[in-house]
């Protein structure tokens, strides 16, 4: 089973970027799909992106297409999730996670591993 760290959350005006960063260790992380969750505060975790390089599916949640960009460099095992043009809706808690299937999913129960989580706060 695959192990995942984040970091690079913080703070950051409206329209500012940030990119995310899920160090993976103890397998290759592309033996999974891999993919990035956020829950905002009273809300349920959901998911923003996610990608499979065995099928090449790739997934963007309405709000992030255009903005938000999943990338990985296997090589290294680390992913990351560059975020342009925040708004303060994008406030919440970022996870990565990993799930040994084929095509992407948004079902929570479906993923292996999480990491920690990482907190983006973006001001108005």
């Known amino acids: 089973q695959v192990q995942l760290v984040e970091s690079g959350g913080g703070l950051v005006q409206s329209g500012g970027s940030l990119t995310l960063s899920c160090t993976a260790s103890?397998?290759?992380?592309?033996?999974?799909?891999i993919a990035w969750f956020r829950q905002a505060p009273g809300k349920e975790r959901e998911g923003v992106s996610c990608?499979?390089?065995?099928?090449?599916?790739?997934y963007y949640l309405d709000s992030a297409k255009g903005r938000f960009f999943l990338s990985a460099y296997y090589a290294h095992n680390i992913m990351f999730l560059q975020m342009k043009h925040l708004k303060p809706e994008d406030t919440a808690v970022y996870y990565c996670?990993?799930?040994?299937?084929?095509?992407?999913?948004?079902?929570?129960?479906?993923?292996?591993?999480w990491g920690q989580g990482t907190q983006v706060t973006v001001s108005s």
């Open positions: 103890g397998s290759p992380v592309e033996d999974y799909i």
């Open positions: 990608f499979s390089r065995s099928a090449y599916d790739l």
């Open positions: 996670a990993a799930a040994r299937r084929t095509v992407c999913t948004q079902q929570m129960a479906e993923y292996d591993s």
